[in-house]
Antibody
Framework: QVQLQESGPGLVKPSETLSLTCTVSGGSINNYYWSWIRQPPGKGLEWIGYIYYSGSTNYSPSLKSRVTISVDTSRNQFSLKLNSVTAADTAVYYC??????????WGQGTLVTVSS | DILMTQTPLSLSVTPGQPASISCKSSQSLLHSDGKTYLYWYLQKPGQSPQLLIYEVSNRFSGVPDRFSGSGSGTDFTLKISRVEAEDVGVYYCMQSIQLPLTFGGGTKVEIK
């Protein structure tokens, strides 16, 4: 059964870059869409973007100017970079695998706090 | 962006009683391929969201049959035939017919 695990700093300073990695185990990164989704404390879910295993990407228009998602198929990992962060970017960040049945696998989530 | 509107915001249910959550989309979720791209997720307290229903009415693997989804076009419903204690959490609908993917605001289900 596929498992996803987010990793990265839990604290980022304002104006700096948030960087997270999602490691996929128990299955190949090939042939799926891999997404980042975030959830501000006490709020709902927001889709950030996705990357196909081949490297094609699509981002939320509201974050597009600040987001980069990349994939490393040799390591079965994909990554998120969000630059110029502010307190509004404080959230639990989830990675998820999208297939033909929707997002059937999610990571446990990692809280990233933006604060000086 | 497609706006997903869920009602009610919260629901308090006696165990064994039914529950129903509505989700309305600002545009039709029916694709030209004949599929309707509406999904339901449950986020249990302290956990990641988990997939319950895909394409309106298909239960994901391992999801109890007390969960059912219905609807078409822009109006959708998730029903729990007999709520159990383990069903507490926040339910979200999501559309994937058009990018960006968008979620409903969530419906919190509690047990009386």
């Amino acid at each position: 059964q596929v498992q996803l695990q987010e990793s990265g700093p839990g604290l980022v300073k304002p104006s700096e870059t948030l960087s997270l990695t999602c490691t996929v185990s128990g299955g190949s990164i090939n042939n799926y869409y891999w997404s980042w989704i975030r959830q501000p404390p006490g709020k709902g879910l927001e889709w950030i973007g996705y990357i196909y295993y081949s490297g094609s990407t699509n981002y939320s228009p509201s974050l597009k100017s600040r987001v980069t998602i990349s994939v490393d198929t040799s390591r079965n990992q994909f990554s998120l970079k969000l630059n110029s962060v502010t307190a509004a970017d404080t959230a639990v960040y989830y990675c998820a695998r999208f297939g033909n049945k929707g997002a059937a696998a999610w990571g446990q989530g990692t809280l990233v706090t933006v604060s000086s | 962006d497609i706006l997903m509107t869920q009602t009610p915001l919260s629901l308090s249910v006696t165990p064994g009683q039914p529950a129903s959550i509505s989700c309305k989309s600002s545009q039709s979720l029916l694709h030209s391929d004949g599929k309707t791209y509406l999904y339901w997720y449950l986020q249990k307290p302290g956990q990641s969201p988990q997939l319950l229903i895909y394409e309106v009415s298909n239960r994901f693997s391992g999801v109890p049959d007390r969960f059912s989804g219905s609807g078409s076009g822009t109006d959708f419903t998730l029903k729990i035939s007999r709520v159990e204690a383990e069903d507490v959490g926040v339910y979200y609908c999501m559309q994937s017919i058009q990018l960006p993917l968008t979620f409903g605001g969530g419906t919190k289900v509690e047990i009386k």
